[in-house]
């Protein structure tokens, strides 16, 4: 057996898988050869501290991606997909064998490492920039005035009176039709309708004014009439209550004799 084939069957013999007779050729060239004896002595101890060796609980990840860019590299991703995918893997929206395949590109490609941290960074430096008050540009607000108006001086477009009118008229119609005074019109109308139907004596506000005048004199001389026949009031409040009784009546019958 030559050098050559005993380091094809190397593998082979180490893992016990040989036919009896090439395993004896083996053995007989390992007893002649020092440089083969030497080499099998060198790949079972690395073979047997390897096994002995205590694995690492959390591997790198750049040792995976290598692992499975050459047992996998049908999984490899360009960096044209790796940036496609970008904004995906910020928002978290990627499928499990994309993030995966996403993670180990980033692990290998040098290039596309720093790309994800830059893009945050940016992100951050937007927001930051949003919540600070910037000052206005100088001279804006007389651009604005010339764009719109035609002029710097808002005093010189003032609008006719008749836009003046129909604009006030507008704004009292709004504000009269509006959902929270809507109900308290309503009311108001259905009392009017309902006190000049009811009340008024000709069917007009001024005559439910004058019957509500009418109804408040009657009441009024009432009571104090019935305060002037009251005996157990004192004299000064019966002869005070007796005249008021007069001058209520003498207004409502046109003289001073109150009516029995």
Request: aromatic share 6%; proline share 5%.
């Given at each position: 057996?030559?050098?050559?084939?005993?380091?094809?069957?190397?593998?082979?013999?180490?893992?016990?898988?040989?036919t009896a007779g090439v395993r004896v050729e083996c053995n007989e060239h390992v007893l002649r050869c020092p440089v083969?004896?030497?080499?099998?002595?060198?790949?079972?101890?690395?073979?047997?501290?390897?096994?002995?060796?205590?694995?690492p609980v959390n591997p790198p990840p750049a040792l995976e991606a290598r692992l499975l860019a050459h047992t996998a590299?049908?999984?490899?991703?360009?960096?044209?997909?790796?940036?496609?995918?970008?904004?995906?893997?910020?928002?978290?929206?990627?499928?499990?064998?994309?993030?995966?395949?996403?993670?180990?590109?980033?692990?290998?490609?040098?290039?596309?490492?720093?790309?994800?941290?830059?893009?945050?960074?940016?992100?951050?430096?937007?927001?930051?920039?949003?919540?600070?008050?910037?000052?206005?540009?100088?001279?804006?607000?007389?651009?604005?005035?010339?764009?719109?108006?035609?002029?710097?001086?808002?005093?010189?477009?003032?609008?006719?009176?008749?836009?003046?009118?129909?604009?006030?008229?507008?704004?009292?119609?709004?504000?009269?039709?509006?959902?929270?005074?809507?109900?308290?019109?309503?009311?108001?109308?259905?009392?009017?309708?309902?006190?000049?139907?009811?009340?008024?004596?000709?069917?007009?506000?001024?005559?439910?004014?004058?019957?509500?005048?009418?109804?408040?004199?009657?009441?009024?001389?009432?009571?104090?009439?019935?305060?002037?026949?009251?005996?157990?009031?004192?004299?000064?409040?019966?002869?005070?209550?007796?005249?008021?009784?007069?001058?209520?009546?003498?207004?409502?019958?046109?003289?001073?004799?109150?009516?029995?």
């Amino acid at each position: 057996m030559f050098c050559e084939q005993f380091e094809e069957r190397l593998t082979d013999y180490l893992e016990g898988v040989l036919t009896a007779g090439v395993r004896v050729e083996c053995n007989e060239h390992v007893l002649r050869c020092p440089v083969c004896h030497d080499l099998l002595n060198e790949v079972r101890g690395t073979v047997e501290l390897c096994r002995t060796a205590p694995l690492p609980v959390n591997p790198p990840p750049a040792l995976e991606a290598r692992l499975l860019a050459h047992t996998a590299p049908e999984t490899l991703m360009t960096c044209d997909e790796f940036e496609a995918r970008l904004t995906d893997y910020l928002d978290g929206f990627l499928p499990a064998t994309l993030f995966h395949r996403w993670e180990r590109h980033a692990a290998l490609c040098a290039g596309c490492s720093e790309l994800p941290g830059t893009v945050v960074r940016s992100i951050g430096a937007c927001y930051s920039s949003l919540s600070d008050e910037l000052p206005m540009p100088a001279h804006l607000h007389d651009a604005i005035l010339q764009s719109t108006l035609g002029t710097v001086d808002a005093r010189e477009i003032r609008a006719s009176w008749l836009s003046q009118v129909t604009s006030n008229m507008r704004a009292w119609f709004d504000t009269a039709l509006a959902p929270q005074f809507a109900a308290v019109v309503a009311m108001f109308l259905v009392a009017v309708i309902v006190g000049t139907t009811t009340m008024s004596d000709d069917g007009s506000i001024f005559g439910m004014y004058r019957t509500g005048f009418r109804l408040a004199r009657e009441s009024s001389a009432r009571g104090a009439m019935s305060a002037a026949r009251n005996t157990s009031l004192p004299d000064e409040v019966r002869r005070a209550a007796d005249r008021l009784a007069r001058s209520v009546e003498g207004v409502d019958g046109g003289d001073d004799k109150p009516r029995r």
